[in-house]
C-alpha cells in the first residue's frame, strides 16, 4: 500500500529529475547576430566564413536557416531565417550564395503540402536577392552551371535530374531514372529515389548523382545518358546506406567522399579494377551525417545532422573545428573554397609527415552498440516535436521521470483496484 511519505518522495524525485529540464528551457539562447557581429559581415574576409544551413523541423518555429559563421569565433555574422527549410548552399564568389528553400508560410498547417521550394542566389552581405525561382517540390540541390542554366535534382514524383534554361524557361535535358532502372531499384521514405545531390562533372559532360534510395552514387554521361560507373548496390548497406551529398575527389584513380547517413560514417572510396577500396573513414560519434567535404589541406568538413553541427577533421580522426546549430544542419561550405572544395584523396597523403592518413574505425555491432543505437533513434526521432533545448541529458531525465510517474500511477491503480 503506498503510504503518503511515499508519494511525497516519489513526488520530489521526479521534481529533481524534471529541474535540469526546466532550467535548460530558461537559460536557452537560440543563435542571434550581434550588432558588432552584424557590422563585420560586410567586411568579414571570405577566408573567415563557413556557410552552415539548417533544414528545421515541420513547424514554423523549427529554426530553419542559412547561417554564416566567423570560423574563427564561431559567432554568427549572418543569418537568413525567413523559410521554413533550408536544405543545399553553393558559395558563388566572395558576396553571392546559391541556395535551396522552402517557403511554406507561417499562416499554414505544419504539414500542408502547399508548399513551393525556390533556388535563391543572394549577395549575403547586402541581403539583396539577385535571382529567385521556383523549383519542383522537395528539391534538394541545384548546381549553377554557367549563363543561366542550371542542373536540378528532382526528387518529386518525376525522379529526374536535369538541365533547367532559365532565360529560356526550357528543360534542355533531362535523365529520368524510372526509364533506365526498375521499380524494384528505389522505393522507401521519400519516394523511388529520393534525390539529394547533383555536381557538374568536365564542365557539364556528365553529372554526378546520388539517389538516396538507391544506395547508389552514379555519374552519367550527359550526351549517352550511359551511366559510366557506379558506387554501392541497393540494399548492400555494408558500402552505402542512403547515402547524401557524394563529392568526387580524382578522376584517375575515380576517387569518392561521401557521407554514408544511415551508417553513421564519411567514407571513402577508391575505384580499382576489380571493383572499388575503402581508403578512408570517419564516424566517431556521427549521428546521420549528411554533407562532407574534403578540404585542400587534406582536412574533411562534415555536417552531423542529428547532433545539431558542423565540423572539420583531420586525416587522423583529430576534431580541429565544431560548431553547434539545431536544428538537423544539412550542408557545410567554406565559401574561400568555392562550390565543394574537392581537396585531396587519401591516397595523394599518404607518407606525409604533416598528416596522420591512418582510417578512423567505427563503433562496434554488438549487443550494447544495437540498443544505443534504438535509443539515440528514438531520441533523434522525438528531437522533430520536442522543444530544440532538450538535449540528450535533458531527454534522459525527461525519459525516466515519465518512467517513475507510469510506475507510480501503475502501483495507484493496483491498490486502488484492491481496495474496490
Same mark, same amino acid.
Given at each position: 500500500?503506498?503510504?503518503?511519505?511515499?508519494?511525497?518522495?516519489?513526488?520530489?524525485?521526479?521534481?529533481?529529475?524534471?529541474?535540469?529540464?526546466?532550467?535548460?528551457?530558461?537559460?536557452?539562447?537560440?543563435?542571434?547576430?550581434?550588432?558588432?557581429?552584424?557590422?563585420?559581415?560586410?567586411?568579414?574576409?571570405?577566408?573567415?566564413?563557413?556557410?552552415?544551413?539548417?533544414?528545421?523541423?515541420?513547424?514554423?518555429?523549427?529554426?530553419?536557416?542559412?547561417?554564416?559563421?566567423?570560423?574563427?569565433?564561431?559567432?554568427?555574422?549572418?543569418?537568413?531565417?525567413?523559410?521554413?527549410?533550408?536544405?543545399?548552399?553553393?558559395? &558563388?564568389?566572395?558576396?553571392?550564395?546559391?541556395?535551396?528553400?522552402?517557403?511554406?508560410?507561417?499562416?499554414?498547417?505544419?504539414?500542408?503540402?502547399? %508548399?513551393?521550394?525556390?533556388?535563391?542566389?543572394?549577395?549575403?552581405?547586402?541581403?539583396?536577392?539577385?535571382?529567385?525561382?521556383?523549383?519542383?517540390?522537395?528539391?534538394?540541390?541545384?548546381?549553377?552551371?554557367?549563363?543561366?542554366?542550371?542542373?536540378?535534382?528532382?526528387?518529386?514524383?518525376?525522379?529526374?535530374?536535369?538541365?533547367?534554361?532559365?532565360?529560356?524557361?526550357?528543360?534542355?535535358?533531362?535523365?529520368?531514372?524510372?526509364?533506365?532502372?526498375?521499380?524494384?531499384?528505389?522505393?522507401?521514405?521519400?519516394?523511388?529515389?529520393?534525390?539529394?545531390?547533383?555536381?557538374?562533372?568536365?564542365?557539364?559532360?556528365?553529372?554526378?548523382?546520388?539517389?538516396?534510395?538507391?544506395?547508389?552514387?552514379?555519374?552519367?554521361?550527359?550526351?549517352?545518358?550511359?551511366?559510366?560507373?557506379?558506387?554501392?548496390?541497393?540494399?548492400?548497406?555494408?558500402?552505402?546506406?542512403?547515402?547524401?551529398?557524394?563529392?568526387? &575527389?580524382?578522376?584517375?584513380?575515380?576517387?569518392?567522399?561521401?557521407?554514408?547517413?544511415?551508417?553513421?560514417?564519411? %567514407?571513402?572510396?577508391?575505384?580499382?579494377?576489380?571493383?572499388?577500396?575503402?581508403?578512408?573513414?570517419?564516424?566517431? @560519434?556521427?549521428?546521420? #551525417?549528411?554533407?562532407?567535404?574534403?578540404?585542400?589541406?587534406?582536412?574533411?568538413?562534415?555536417?552531423?545532422?542529428?547532433?545539431?553541427?558542423?565540423?572539420?577533421?583531420?586525416?587522423?580522426?583529430?576534431?580541429?573545428?565544431?560548431?553547434?546549430?539545431?536544428?538537423? #544542419?544539412?550542408?557545410?561550405?567554406?565559401?574561400?573554397?568555392?562550390?565543394?572544395?574537392?581537396?585531396?584523396?587519401?591516397?595523394?597523403?599518404?607518407?606525409?609527415?604533416?598528416?596522420?592518413?591512418?582510417?578512423?574505425?567505427?563503433?562496434?555491432? @554488438? &549487443?550494447?552498440?544495437?540498443?544505443?543505437?534504438?535509443?539515440?533513434?528514438?531520441?533523434?526521432?522525438?528531437?522533430?516535436?520536442?522543444?530544440?533545448?532538450?538535449?540528450?541529458?535533458?531527454?534522459?531525465?525527461?525519459?525516466?521521470?515519465?518512467?517513475?510517474?507510469?510506475?507510480?500511477?501503475?502501483?495507484?491503480? %493496483?491498490?486502488?483496484?484492491?481496495?474496490?
Amino acid at each position: 500500500m503506498p503510504t503518503q511519505k511515499f508519494r511525497v518522495s516519489i513526488f520530489i524525485v521526479v521534481l529533481i529529475l524534471l529541474a535540469p529540464v526546466a532550467t535548460s528551457g530558461l537559460m536557452h539562447e537560440d543563435l542571434t547576430v550581434s550588432k558588432d557581429a552584424n557590422q563585420r559581415a560586410n567586411d568579414i574576409p571570405v577566408e573567415d566564413v563557413t556557410f552552415v544551413s539548417a533544414q528545421g523541423k515541420e513547424f514554423p518555429t523549427g529554426q530553419a536557416r542559412l547561417v554564416a559563421f566567423d570560423t574563427a569565433t564561431n559567432k554568427p555574422v549572418w543569418i537568413h531565417s525567413k523559410y521554413d527549410r533550408y536544405m543545399d548552399v553553393d558559395p &558563388l564568389g566572395e558576396s553571392r550564395v546559391l541556395f535551396v528553400a522552402r517557403d511554406g508560410s507561417m499562416n499554414k498547417s505544419a504539414f500542408s503540402f502547399d %508548399v513551393t521550394f525556390y533556388a535563391i542566389e543572394m549577395n549575403w552581405r547586402t541581403g539583396t536577392v539577385l535571382k529567385k525561382f521556383e523549383i519542383p517540390p522537395g528539391t534538394h540541390d541545384i548546381d549553377y552551371l554557367g549563363g543561366d542554366r542550371y542542373a536540378i535534382a528532382d526528387l518529386s514524383k518525376e525522379n529526374r535530374v536535369f538541365v533547367y534554361d532559365r532565360s529560356e524557361d526550357e528543360v534542355v535535358w533531362e535523365y529520368r531514372f524510372r526509364k533506365h532502372f526498375p521499380k524494384s531499384a528505389g522505393g522507401g521514405p521519400g519516394g523511388y529515389t529520393h534525390l539529394n545531390d547533383i555536381d557538374a562533372v568536365d564542365n557539364g559532360s556528365a553529372f554526378l548523382v546520388s539517389p538516396r534510395n538507391f544506395d547508389r552514387v552514379m555519374l552519367i554521361d550527359r550526351e549517352s545518358k550511359r551511366v559510366r560507373w557506379t558506387l554501392g548496390e541497393e540494399d548492400n548497406y555494408d558500402i552505402l546506406n542512403e547515402q547524401h551529398n557524394p563529392v568526387l &575527389l580524382s578522376q584517375d584513380p575515380v576517387t569518392v567522399l561521401v557521407a554514408d547517413s544511415e551508417n553513421n560514417r564519411v %567514407v571513402e572510396y577508391e575505384k580499382t579494377e576489380s571493383g572499388w577500396k575503402q581508403t578512408w573513414s570517419y564516424g566517431t @560519434g556521427l549521428d546521420w #551525417p549528411r554533407d562532407a567535404d574534403r578540404l585542400p589541406n587534406g582536412n574533411t568538413l562534415i555536417v552531423d545532422s542529428n547532433n545539431n553541427r558542423a565540423l572539420e577533421v583531420t586525416p587522423g580522426g583529430d576534431v580541429v573545428w565544431k560548431v553547434k546549430i539545431p536544428f538537423e #544542419p544539412y550542408d557545410v561550405e567554406r565559401p574561400v573554397y568555392g562550390d565543394e572544395p574537392s581537396g585531396p584523396p587519401i591516397a595523394e597523403l599518404e607518407g606525409s609527415d604533416a598528416v596522420d592518413t591512418k582510417a578512423v574505425g567505427q563503433d562496434g555491432n @554488438g &549487443l550494447v552498440a544495437r540498443i544505443d543505437a534504438t535509443y539515440t533513434y528514438v531520441y533523434t526521432t522525438a528531437q522533430w516535436v520536442l522543444p530544440t533545448w532538450i538535449g540528450p541529458l535533458e531527454f534522459n531525465l525527461l525519459v525516466l521521470a515519465v518512467l517513475i510517474v507510469v510506475l507510480w500511477g501503475a502501483v495507484e491503480v %493496483v491498490h486502488w483496484r484492491g481496495w474496490t
